[in-house]
């Protein structure tokens, strides 16, 4: 296994959840996942985040460093509405649908006979459902997703080996991920 470095202590507030009496299913099987290396590379994140739970990572040095995978300028990407870019924070989020306000892409933020509330849009703008131009998700809005085009990745102040797991597990191959900052 290989070493890994960008790892210091951290104090955080609060307690994870407790499992207690509830019944525990261990997934062994990612479905999703339909690449070898990038199975590989979220084995490898899974077992640092196991055996080190209150740590401040720099997710930058993990990445290039231990997954050996680069890093490039965001405003260096080839973008399409069909991508996603998930980001650490709101504000990052809201950088890149700036950016990208000339391309159509809307989240439904109501549940209706048509839409669901989360549901992404790419085209017009559909008139008879509460919703509003997005490029940029956060991790945690993501969750749940799966990309199926190229899924960029901004890792700027990004600090949690966790949020760069969920981040990285939207994708089906290794080949879809683009590390931005």
């Not at 080190?52 to 040095?61: A, F, R, T």
């Not at 991508?83 to 990052?92: A, E």
């Given at each position: 296994m290989p070493r890994f470095s960008g790892l210091k202590p951290m104090t955080i507030n609060g307690t994870e959840f407790e499992i207690g009496d509830l019944p525990v299913f261990n997934y062994t099987k990612n479905y999703r996942c339909k690449c070898k290396i990038l199975e590989e590379k979220l084995l490898f994140l899974r077992r640092i985040i196991s055996k080190n739970k209150n740590l401040l990572i720099n997710c930058e040095s993990i990445i290039t460093n231990n997954l050996e995978l680069d890093i490039i300028d965001s405003n260096e990407i080839d973008y399409s509405a069909e991508d996603m870019i998930i980001?650490?924070?709101?504000?990052?989020?809201?950088?890149?649908?700036?950016?990208?306000?000339?391309?159509?892409?809307?989240?439904v933020l109501e549940n209706t006979r048509d839409w669901s509330n989360g549901q992404i849009i790419i085209g017009p703008k559909p008139s008879k459902v509460k919703c509003e131009l997005r490029h940029g998700y956060t991790i945690y809005a993501s969750q749940g997703t799966t990309a199926e085009h190229k899924l960029f990745i901004?890792?700027?102040?990004?600090?949690?080996?966790?949020?760069l797991y969920t981040a990285m597990s939207r994708a089906r191959t290794m080949d879809q991920i683009v590390f931005i900052k």
């Amino acid at each position: 296994m290989p070493r890994f470095s960008g790892l210091k202590p951290m104090t955080i507030n609060g307690t994870e959840f407790e499992i207690g009496d509830l019944p525990v299913f261990n997934y062994t099987k990612n479905y999703r996942c339909k690449c070898k290396i990038l199975e590989e590379k979220l084995l490898f994140l899974r077992r640092i985040i196991s055996k080190n739970k209150n740590l401040l990572i720099n997710c930058e040095s993990i990445i290039t460093n231990n997954l050996e995978l680069d890093i490039i300028d965001s405003n260096e990407i080839d973008y399409s509405a069909e991508d996603m870019i998930i980001t650490n924070t709101n504000d990052t989020k809201d950088k890149y649908t700036e950016k990208y306000k000339h391309l159509d892409k809307y989240t439904v933020l109501e549940n209706t006979r048509d839409w669901s509330n989360g549901q992404i849009i790419i085209g017009p703008k559909p008139s008879k459902v509460k919703c509003e131009l997005r490029h940029g998700y956060t991790i945690y809005a993501s969750q749940g997703t799966t990309a199926e085009h190229k899924l960029f990745i901004d890792v700027d102040k990004m600090n949690s080996l966790k949020l760069l797991y969920t981040a990285m597990s939207r994708a089906r191959t290794m080949d879809q991920i683009v590390f931005i900052k």
